[in-house]
């Protein structure tokens, strides 16, 4: 699997409207309150013009050419990876970035362009309030389907940024204020769920947001589990969503994860679990289908062995297309089977967990599997005609039968 708001301090000026062009080109910027520090940053206001083949929804601004989604407060925030460690303590506006050991801000952002256009789109843009290098982009945008493009920008340095698309079709540009979460206070630690009552019982509990109540599993000869938990935002609107999602996909008009049948195996495509983090928390489209709820998973398997909760087991995940209603998706982080399979603390971490898993809610060994593998599952369906044979390459068939190898060996 493989796109996702900090308020700062106080609004001080709102700014008229601009608009700019050139070249023939029609380039839409819309401006309104903004405030780094001591300057001041002529942020746009998203205009909420839905871009082609999406549902209308708050944050997208467009032109009529191109489209893109905006923090509504108009923050891009830097953060690092001890500042989410607890994310309650952050506010709870702006788009996360991360920042990088060369001090830059990366963050994704989706551009939608006029249906079924496949012509390449670039990105530049240019500090507004100090001299530094021009922002730069990871890669060439990529098109995960005629007329959208996923991009990754890069800010060199904090400021207000004006960023500007150009494709065939036309120009659209925006402005943000670029900020690091360094000021934050210190995040609290991040809680452990565990308690045991002998060596051969372990009861691992975990809090939802959903209920605030402990969800309680008790389970015979399984080693106990340790689970950080760091929660992604999963409040009301995301859960009417993920209910509306579900009912397009499967007939069904719920976001309740009820008795799960299926596990399913990942990798993230990115080097930290702070990028997963970052990738699933804001709700917005995803990169791919540009559907809401935006795309998550339970559980994050670090490369050290740490195991994050993301989302309660009550709660439906987009993660795998058919299997959604059914399945419980586990993300270990990395860019391949093999470096997962050949990181000994990762695997056996991973292990443990789809043991855990598998034990509580008496998952068949065969019905652990990997993204790759999902179009076999007997319990894979989909409503929807494009979505009926869409897969992923992430844990095919001969890497996730060895991974079963290993889940063998370690019975309920």
């Keep these: 699997m493989s796109l996702r708001v900090l308020s700062p301090v106080v609004v001080l000026l709102l700014l008229v409207a601009l608009i700019g062009c050139g070249h023939g080109e029609r380039s839409s910027e819309r401006v309104g309150p903004a405030a780094v520090g001591a300057s001041r940053c002529a942020v746009t206001v998203p205009n909420n013009s839905t871009p082609p083949g999406e549902r209308p929804g708050q944050g997208y601004d467009g032109n009529g050419e191109l489209w893109t989604a905006l923090p509504l407060?108009?923050?891009?925030?830097?953060?690092?990876?001890?500042?989410?460690?607890?994310?309650?303590?952050?506010?709870?506006?702006?788009?996360?970035?991360?920042?990088?050991?060369?001090?830059s801000i990366a963050v994704k952002?989706?551009?939608?362009g006029r249906r079924g256009a496949t012509d390449p789109l670039t990105i530049t843009g240019r500090r507004l309030d100090g001299a530094t290098s021009p922002l730069r982009v990871d890669r060439p945008p990529g098109s995960g389907s005629p007329g959208f493009w996923a991009s990754r920008i890069v800010f060199?340095?904090?400021?207000?940024?004006?960023v500007t698309g150009r494709a065939q079709a036309g120009t659209l540009t925006f402005t943000v204020r670029v900020m690091k979460a360094n000021g934050l206070r210190p995040p609290r630690a991040?809680?452990?769920?565990?308690?045991?009552?002998?060596p051969n019982i372990a009861r691992v509990t975990a809090t939802t947001?959903?209920?605030?109540?402990?969800?309680?599993?008790?389970?015979?000869?399984v080693p106990q589990l340790i689970v950080r938990?760091?929660?992604i935002p999963y409040g009301p609107a995301r859960k009417r969503q993920m209910a509306a999602y579900s009912l397009r996909h499967y007939g069904e008009d719920t976001y309740v994860l009820s008795h799960p049948k299926v596990i399913v195996e990942h990798y993230t495509e990115t080097a930290t679990a702070q990028e997963a983090f970052n990738t699933f928390a804001p709700d917005v489209p995803d990169s791919e289908f540009h559907e809401l709820p935006n795309t998550?998973?339970?559980?994050?398997?670090?490369?050290?062995?740490?195991?994050?909760?993301?989302?309660?087991?009550?709660?439906?995940?987009?993660?795998?297309?058919?299997?959604?209603?059914?399945a419980v998706g586990i993300e270990n982080v990395g860019f391949s089977d093999q470096a997962i399979l050949n990181n000994p603390a990762q695997v056996a971490a991973s292990l443990r967990l789809t043991r855990w898993l598998r034990c509580r809610y008496a998952i068949a060994l065969k019905n652990v599997i990997g993204h790759n593998e999902s179009l076999s599952s007997p319990y894979h369906h989909d409503l929807v005609p494009a979505f009926q044979h869409q897969t992923h390459s992430d844990w095919n068939h001969a890497d996730m039968g060895r991974y079963r190898s290993l889940l063998a060996r370690l019975p309920c």
């Design 156 to 162: 060199p340095t904090e400021g207000c940024w004006s």
């Design 109 to 112: 952002f989706p551009w939608w």
């Design 229 to 231: 938990q760091w929660p």
């Design 73 to 103: 407060g108009g923050n891009v925030v830097g953060v690092r990876k001890e500042l989410l460690s607890h994310p309650s303590e952050l506010p709870a506006e702006g788009v996360f970035g991360v920042i990088r050991s060369d001090g």
């Design 209 to 221: 947001a959903s209920t605030s109540q402990p969800i309680r599993a008790t389970l015979r000869s």
């Design 296 to 326: 998550c998973a339970h559980f994050l398997v670090e490369p050290s062995g740490r195991i994050d909760q993301l989302v309660p087991l009550s709660l439906r995940c987009r993660h795998t297309t058919g299997l959604n209603w059914t």
């Design 190 to 198: 991040a809680g452990q769920v565990l308690s045991t009552s002998s």
